[in-house]
């Protein structure tokens, strides 16, 4: 079946202007999460959701950043006033929660994200 | 608090030798351990975890890893090496004993070079 979708692959876009990442996961995974990866790390957690409610908000940066899965399917990540250090690759991953942290993470190909 | 580290930015190896990619962890309890790679362009794509029972697992293309709980630590190895497996690895794990035992700690990456 389909993987994990992201779009846009690519986004360039200007300093302080406003940009939206949408997720779509495996169909029937509850549980979804979005990841940032900067160049030469690892992936960074930002959030998770458990159907439509945001489980664990810890890793979003500050108040700038905030994401939404209205329906408990498809996410968007929403990145207001946008900064130069805001540019990385966003990652999203879907699971079947519930397992107590023993499932599986399947992860989308990315956003990479480009603020001039 | 938990954290995973990989020592090795990278790791050469010629094609037909084994390869180890090392991994070392830090939490409170038994971890949740994972693998996963990531081919240039491409999101992460996931090789074989670590639940519980036998130290050694068995996942994808031949890959197998083994949970050393004394030295903490959760290398992967292949017994012969494909040029085809040169990319970017990532170990990950999860506490379950943390806060939140559904989200991902990951190390920096090894970068593994497979040369024929």
């Known amino acids: 079946g389909a993987g994990v979708s992201q779009t846009p692959s690519n986004k360039v876009t200007e300093k302080g202007k406003y940009v939206e990442l949408r997720c779509d996961p495996i169909?029937?995974?509850?549980?979804l999460y979005w990841y940032r990866q900067s160049l030469g790390q690892g992936p960074e957690f930002l959030i998770y959701?458990?159907?439509?409610?945001?489980?664990?908000d810890s890793g979003l940066p500050n108040d700038r950043f905030f994401a939404v899965r209205p329906e408990g399917s498809v996410s968007t990540l929403k990145i207001q006033r946008t900064e130069r250090g805001d540019s990385a690759v966003y990652l999203c991953?879907?699971?079947?929660?519930?397992?107590?942290?023993?499932?599986?993470?399947?992860f989308g190909p990315g956003t990479r994200l480009t603020v001039l | 608090a938990q954290s995973v580290a990989q020592p090795e930015d990278q790791v050469n190896v010629a094609e037909g030798n084994p390869l180890t990619v090392k991994c070392t962890y830090s939490?409170?309890?038994?971890?949740?351990l994972f693998w996963y790679v990531q081919y240039p362009n491409r999101g992460l794509q996931f090789l074989l975890k670590?639940?519980?029972?036998?130290?050694l697992v068995k996942g994808s293309y031949g890959f197998e890893a083994e949970f050393n709980k004394s030295q903490t630590s959760f290398h992967l190895k292949k017994p012969s090496a494909l040029v085809s497996d040169s990319a970017l690895y990532f170990c990950?794990?999860?506490?379950?004993?943390?806060?939140?035992?559904?989200?991902?700690?990951f190390g920096s990456g090894t970068k593994l070079n497979v040369k024929p």
């Open positions: 959701f458990q159907g439509t409610g945001a489980a664990d």
């Open positions: 939490v409170s309890g038994n971890p949740y």
């Open positions: 169909s029937g995974h509850t549980a």
């Open positions: 990950a794990v999860r506490d379950p004993l943390g806060g939140n035992f559904n989200k991902f700690y």
């Open positions: 670590y639940i519980t029972g036998d130290n």
């Open positions: 991953a879907s699971s079947f929660a519930g397992q107590g942290g023993t499932d599986t993470q399947y």
